[in-house]
């Protein structure tokens, strides 16, 4: 019997899921200390240099270097880039199927523990195949939230309850609204995300639902505290065992790309402002606007009269959605003499490190795409959010904030992007960026207000990891499920 119980983990090939899975990871090492992972890598156009930096230095600062492997594999010929459509993960995961098995059958050749189980990410769900003909469970890593996942899977049980329905047309209709298990409040079409608007990327999303019902359990990146509505429906015995096991996040400084991303311009200009003073906006690594919406954004900020952080990036060449290669701030997008107006209260930046700047005492409030993992990060340090949701399930999410949980101010809920072109479907004016500020940045952190329940919500998470806390009761659960699956012994 190996002393180890090794675990095979698969994330999507994209930053922000290859860094949680990490993260979920690590955790799972420092909470138990007979098992070992192996993370492997899928090798992909335009992402893997950035990808594989973060992976080095990884391996170099393993906290874990006996029980934590990476595994970088070779690249795919002619495989598609999935930044051009989302629907294109699906054949990029189905394309390194073959080298994935390959890897794990070698590394069981030359004396490595067999795996006892896999944890795949939300949208490789397809690698389960492996873990099938091996004979060993499979559990998914959601690393969105729950209400995203209950959202999937009412949309499976929509399209498959006999009725003909066609998903993607039936979330089209502007009137549509419909009761949703997870939520309290009616879903429109306005805050479904445009993926299951779509049909390819709806059946995309259905296939991935029902793949979800095989398996043996689903770790979501949550905690009871933060989503409690939306896990107690998810606790109906439906769906396989659901584990909320967040808030997962990478902290430290060196983030991301393996270097030091720290921004000494960016810190120092932040240290000459008063404390919960700047509103931080930062829209993703894919959030970029056009000219025109740049103009908008920057006369709301101009007639606020508040101080900003703005990270301002130029967009990615036409056509796509991929991630701007370039840090350099979208100057010549903004309005003639904006500089010289706001320039003792406001600072234009390419890029920073977004948890540096959230964890800066001057920083009062965060304009964000709602992307989960900034979402997750803002509550952490206790930093209200105003929303602007930009693409994926981002809509959703800013819904629940504003409607469900009561964490946020919106600017707007229903911002969407083409998923062709990039470009948003909408003009959000400066009247509403203005007003989104100033309700976001003179607010009161007082107790049962939007910042007193940020404040309640940011302890309530970091009590959710402690020993004793939701998380890590649940996270001792799962664990124990998979040495009970592996006939071995707990520690």
Known sequence: MSKTTELVFVPTPGMGHVVSTVELAKLILRTNHIISISIFILNIPNHSPKINAYVD???????????????????????????????????????????????????????????????????CSEMADIANEMHVPTYIYFTSGASF??????????????????????????????????????????????????????????????????????????????????????????????????????????????????????????????????????????????????????NGLEKSGHRFLWALRKPPPPGGLGVSSDNKPFLEALPEGFIDRTGGR?????????????????????????GWNSTLESLWFGVPIATWPMDAEQQLNAFELVKEIELAVEIRMDYKRDLKTGKGTILVTAEEVENGVKTLMDMEPMEGKIGGRVKKMSDQGKKALQEGGSSSIFLRRFIQHVLTSAVLPLE
């Not at 390194?96 to 004396?111: C, F, M, S």
């Not at 309290?184 to 779509?198: C, E, F």
């Not at 234009?348 to 800066?360: C, D, N, P, Y």
């Open 149 to 298: 996942l209950n959202l999937m899977f009412y949309s499976q049980s929509l399209a498959d309850d006999g009725r003909n329905i066609d998903v993607a047309m039936e979330f089209n209709k502007q009137e549509f609204s419909a009761v949703v298990p997870g939520f309290r409040n009616p879903v429109t079409s306005k805050v479904i995300p445009a993926l299951l608007q779509d049909q390819k990327g709806c059946e995309l999303l259905l296939n991935l639902a029902r793949k979800f019902r095989e398996m043996k359990g689903i770790l979501v990146n949550t905690y009871t505290e933060l989503q409690s509505f939306g896990i107690q429906a998810l606790m109906n015995g439906e769906v396989p065992p659901v584990y909320p096991v967040g808030p997962i996040l990478e902290l430290g400084e060196k983030r991301g790309g393996g270097t030091d991303t720290r921004d000494e311009s960016v810190i120092q200009w932040l240290d000459g402002q008063p404390m919960s003073s700047v509103v931080f906006l930062c829209f993703g690594s894919r959030g970029t606007f056009d000219e025109e919406q740049v103009k908008e954004i920057a």
């Open 57 to 123: 230095s990884q391996s170099r600062d393993n906290p874990y270097p006996t029980r934590l492997t990476f595994v970088t594999l070779p690249p795919v010929s002619n495989s598609p880039d999935p930044s051009t459509t989302p629907t294109h993960f699906s054949s990029l995961i189905h394309l390194h199927k073959p080298l994935v098995k390959q890897a794990v059958e070698d590394r069981v050749r030359t004396g490595f523990p067999k795996p006892v189980g896999f944890v795949v990410d939300m949208f």
């Open 346 to 370: 406001g600072k234009i930046i390419g890029w920073a490190s977004q948890v540096e700047v959230l964890a800066h005492p001057a920083v009062g409030g965060f304009i964000s795409h709602c």
